[in-house]
């Protein structure tokens, strides 16, 4: 069995992804969400019992608040958990933006998240699977085996995104510096922007095709073109987990990874909490999908977007595909219109409060 679980992580993404026998099933994790996330996280890992605290591999995509924040409270600045092994750690930090490997010599720049997590996994083992170089896609590109023949591709970010990204994150330690304390909310890199607060008025797929083609400019924060993107292949099924990645470097990866033409991919996580800059038409059209995921209840940046949700719907392969939504919020609640769901083909999903949705292959 292969189980992507996306548990509630307010909005942000905290993937739970178990594979194997269901009597003893391997486990990663994908990120944890916010700090106050991160806290029933690690509820989670210590409701199991003490031999089954192991996780193949935990991936940290990238260090906006929503992604790494509940690491922090969960492992990095919290007591250690008996009996928790973590195989390896995939994460970039600054060493890796300039292009360095891991050694144990490196030292923090100072206390901003990516930092503070950098200081906890120089203990660990990190990006072992890389020679603790940077998890980037390459060409060709890498790919890791791990327990039971569970392949994960790399399909971004990329070595150029990485190094785009060094200026901004020393801006963000010497503020930290500067200020001597601070939040998490006072080292989030970049800035988002907000989803529209009004249900658009779709009537006709003539209407819902306006929408769709009203694509406004992609993603250019350097910190979602550091996102680690996977393509997670098991037991035949393929599932895209695309962290909050430039849509454009998504497209690329999976050329390389599946070559030209649409590539069949059974569950697709949207990138960014399906924002509108970073779920576009060119990136729909990339993929034949029947099932796509999206992790969050819409807190503090209206996600998702109708913009992004548009073409998904408009242009996607295969039709009456599933939208599957890890919270009911007032955002993802506009999709679960049977009038729409009967006008435009499509179904719609939700996790709950306690559990978020799980997506099961048996």
Request: aromatic fraction near 6%; hydrophobic fraction near 40%.
């Amino acid at each position: 069995m292969l189980s992507i679980r996306m548990l509630p992580a307010k909005e942000g993404d905290a993937l739970w992804i178990t594979w194997g026998s269901a009597a003893e099933p391997h486990r990663m994790l994908v990120d944890m969400g916010t700090e106050a996330v991160g806290k029933k996280v690690r509820s989670r890992i210590i409701d199991l019992p003490q031999a089954q605290r192991k996780l193949d591999l935990l991936v940290v995509t990238h260090v906006d608040r929503d992604h790494i924040g509940g690491v922090l409270t969960c492992l990095a600045e919290a007591d250690e958990i008996p009996g928790l092994d973590i195989a390896d750690v995939w994460f970039n930090g600054y060493v890796h933006l300039t292009g360095g490997k891991v050694t144990s010599t490196v030292e923090a720049m100072g206390p901003a998240q990516g930092e503070r997590l950098s200081a906890w996994l120089r203990k660990q083992r990190w990006n072992n699977a890389f020679g603790g170089g940077q998890c980037v896609r390459t060409q060709p590109l890498k790919t890791v085996t791990l327990h039971d023949d569970l392949k994960l591709t790399v399909i971004g970010s990329t070595a150029a995104k990485l190094a785009s990204f060094v200026d901004d994150w020393e801006d963000e330690v010497h503020e930290a510096l500067k200020k001597g304390s601070l939040t998490a909310d006072q080292v989030t890199p970049g800035l988002e922007a907000l989803g529209t607060e009004q249900k658009p008025d779709l009537e006709t797929k003539a209407d819902l095709k306006e929408l769709a083609d009203s694509q406004t400019d992609n993603d250019t924060a350097h910190a979602n073109g550091s996102s680690i993107s996977l393509l997670l292949e098991y037991q035949g099924k393929s599932v895209v987990l695309a962290g909050d990645a430039h849509s454009d470097d998504l497209i690329d990866g999976l050329q390389a990874a599946r070559g030209n033409g649409r590539a069949a991919i059974d569950a697709f996580k949207l990138p960014h909490h399906a924002s509108k800059f970073n779920v576009t038409r060119a990136l729909v059209d990339k993929v034949t999908c029947p099932c796509w995921l999206v992790s969050t209840d819409g807190t503090r940046f209206k996600h998702p977007d109708a913009i992004a949700i548009a073409p998904i719907l408009a242009y996607g392969h295969p039709k009456s595909p599933l939208l599957a939504f890890n919270a009911h919020s007032k955002y993802s609640g506009w999709w679960d219109d049977q009038d729409w769901k009967q006008l435009f083909d499509y179904r719609t999903v939700y996790g709950s409060e306690a559990d978020g949705h799980e997506l099961r292959y048996d």
